[in-house]
């Protein structure tokens, strides 16, 4: 009876700190999501400046949100991120629009992708 016991609270455990994780997961990419939709619509709009600002907030967001993330993903997700990031901020620096946006829409596809992969499911246990 106390293995059951034991059992069913390491289980409960691990179920509540998925469902924080995956819920943690995906706030701080919906807030860098909606970041990088700023960007993009600054770029449209030939605000360069608003654009850097922009991209500097993002940066910033990346290294407040991603500071615990090494604990829960792969390296090699966050190294690519932090790969794409630094593109962008190059392309936005040198006002380069289409390698820019091409940039922040694969970067936004990566951050999405985040929280659908790390979720407690079925599909991802077995």
Known sequence: MRLFVT?????????????????????STNEMTRQIE?????????????ARQETQKL????????RWWPVFLDH???????????KVKKYVDTRNAPLAQGQLSEL???LKHIPDKEAVTLDNIL
Do not use: C, P, Y
């Open 7 to 27: 059992l069913m609270i390491v289980l409960t455990l691990l179920i509540g700190l998925g469902t924080w994780n995956n819920s943690a997961l995906h706030d």
């Open 38 to 50: 700023q960007v993009i619509t600054d770029i449209n709009g030939q605000r360069w400046d608003q």
């Open 59 to 66: 940066e910033k967001s990346w290294h407040e949100n991603a």
């Open 76 to 86: 090699q997700e966050i190294d690519n991120i932090e790969f794409s990031l630094a």
């Open 108 to 110: 936004e596809l990566m």
